[in-house]
């Protein structure tokens, strides 16, 4: 089982939904990313969280420690807004890298 | 700076054959990382370099692939007598040390094994 989940795994909206994204996560952490992927394979970076909520233009990210959830929404979704938005934890244990353990992703489609 | 760059950006080599690929991340970042994608999975971790010193090793990484970093700058990932489960996107990402830096992440180079 990852240790990392996100939901749904697949989403199809029409363009100016409000989009919610969940993640949820089995280990301690002390932060956890929220990446975009896009259908070329390049990845940006998003947010790293490790409490409350942060906002930048129409996304939204906060994150629960004690029910070890991160949400991540997009208020006014556009097409632009289309890619694969990954979750990624970083253990308390710490480890590699970082120890980043991601999510499976979550491929969004906006539909004009 | 372009930020992180990686070559090529797809690779179809035949079962048995050796790849390289070479990665170029931000400059004056000090860590850089490796990291395998396969289709509707999430990236996977391979191995990281603080400088040049390869501090961590994924069990993904078989004795098969060795990556180097020679001069703290730019890195390659070499598998040699690659398999049909080699094919995958092999990500680069680098950063600073430190909690709170961000990790920026290359394009990843697509790999083919046929």
């Known amino acids: 089982k990852n240790e990392v989940e996100q939901s749904p795994q697949n989403l199809t909206a029409q363009e100016g939904e409000f989009i919610t994204i969940n993640c949820s996560y089995s280990v301690g952490i002390s932060a956890l990313h929220w990446l975009q992927q896009h259908p070329g394979g390049g990845i940006v970076s998003l947010f790293m969280l490790s409490s409350g909520k942060k906002k930048h233009g129409r996304l939204i990210a906060t994150i629960n420690i004690q029910e070890k959830h991160s949400s991540l929404h997009i208020t006014a979704s556009h097409p632009r807004d289309s890619a694969v938005y990954i979750c990624a934890a970083l253990p308390l244990s710490g480890g590699g890298a970082d120890g980043l353990t991601f999510g499976k992703g979550t491929h969004l489609i906006i539909q004009p | 700076d372009t930020g992180v760059s990686q070559n090529p950006r797809h690779k179809i080599t035949k079962r048995g054959q050796n790849v390289t690929f070479r990665c170029d991340p931000i400059s004056e970042h000090n860590r850089l990382y490796w990291y395998r994608q396969t289709l509707g999975q999430g990236p996977e971790f391979l191995t990281y370099f603080q400088n040049e010193a390869q501090l961590e090793k994924s069990r993904l990484l078989s004795d098969r692939f060795s990556a180097e970093r020679p001069k703290g700058s730019f890195s390659t990932l070499e598998i040699q007598r690659t398999e049909q489960g080699d094919s995958a996107m092999y990500l680069c990402?680098?950063?600073?040390?430190?909690?709170?830096?961000?990790?920026?992440f290359g394009e990843g180079s697509w790999l083919t094994v046929v």
């Open positions: 990402a680098s950063s600073f040390t430190g909690f709170g830096n961000t990790i920026y």
